[in-house]
């Protein structure tokens, strides 16, 4: 009986130490995106099984030059797992005002698109993020304009890297805020195009409601140059692409957010309490990923 007690207590510290080890390593997975200590570990600490829900999601980044910027740019990829099909098709993220591809997409995309993927609630896809400065992704200044390096470069850049198909065409466009605004405006030119998306998800999107307060932000050369780009003046002409938007109601675009549901009707409408920011926005990641994988081309892969 001692011997077994012996056993026994020796038994119980190692599974302590290895319970303690899987929750570092876990918390070192989630920052890094790999669990630090082996499949059989894993096991026997059960948090790997035959359904690959522990095999996270993948972030990669590269500089890249763009002609239409003018510059070097940071080209992010969020990607549902480390080793993604060929053909995986994408959707564009665009940041909003003073942000940047890599801080594009709200607190927990990464980890849901990636479960999602794991558990099959959605099919597998990618989001592609890319600078595009603070000119709410139109051309501001000469020789930059982010609007000609989503539609000419990124199809490029992402068909030489093996995703989106044989054209390289995401699939989709979100944006958050300003990012809102210029997905709106990127689906407008696809459509003009004749190269429709399946599909535009906003994220509480930039839309200013009068050109004083739209005047302060510097980034048009006049009133008629914004209602020329103002996608509430021009909702019709995406009406044909599937659309969802979501919104804090103690946001100060939610007046815009408002006239544009009405306006535009969209498949997924949703406003709930909240301010402009991460704080709201990430609560409803998982509505948005839902959203973008229902548009999700079949026959890209």
Not at 56 to 82: C, I, N, Q, W
Not at 107 to 115: F, P, V
Not at 195 to 218: D, F, G, S, Y
Request: glycine fraction near 10%; charge should be positive; hydrophobic fraction near 40%.
């Amino acid at each position: 009986m001692r011997d077994a007690r012996r056993w026994l207590s020796r038994r119980s510290v190692l599974i302590a130490g290895a319970s303690g080890l899987a929750v570092t390593g876990l918390a070192v997975g989630t920052a890094t995106g790999k669990l630090p200590f082996s499949p059989a570990l894993q096991r026997a600490v059960g948090v790997a099984s035959s359904n690959p829900t522990t095999q996270l999601g993948s972030t990669r980044v590269e500089r890249v030059y763009s002609e239409a910027r003018g510059r070097m740019v940071d080209l992010v990829f969020l990607l549902p797992s480390k080793t993604p099909p060929r053909g995986l098709p994408m959707s564009l993220m665009l940041h909003g005002l003073h942000g940047n591809a890599r801080s594009a997409a709200p607190t927990g995309t990464l980890k849901q698109l990636s479960s999602d993927v794991a558990r099959k609630a959605v099919p597998a896809y990618g989001l592609v993020a890319v600078d595009g400065g603070d000119n709410y992704w139109h051309q501001v200044h000469p020789n930059d304009d982010p609007m000609a390096m989503l539609l000419e470069e990124v199809p490029q850049w992402l068909r030489a890297r093996g995703f989106a198909g044989d054209t390289g065409q995401p699939f989709a466009c979100t944006g958050v805020s300003m990012g809102g605004f210029g997905a709106l405006l990127y689906t407008r030119r696809r459509v003009e195009r004749r190269q429709p998306p399946a599909a535009v998800a906003t994220l509480a999107p930039a839309l200013i409601t009068n050109w004083p307060e739209m005047a302060k932000r510097h980034i048009f050369t006049g009133m008629e140059d914004w209602v020329s780009l103002d996608p509430l003046r021009h909702i019709d002409e995406t009406k044909g692409v599937a659309n969802a938007i979501w919104c804090g109601t103690e946001d100060s675009f939610i007046t815009g957010v408002r006239r544009y549901i009405d306006a535009a009707h969209p498949a997924v409408a949703h406003t709930a309490h909240g301010k402009h920011g991460d704080t709201f926005n990430k609560t409803v990641v998982p509505s948005l990923v839902s959203f973008l994988g229902k548009h999700v081309p079949r026959t890209t892969v």
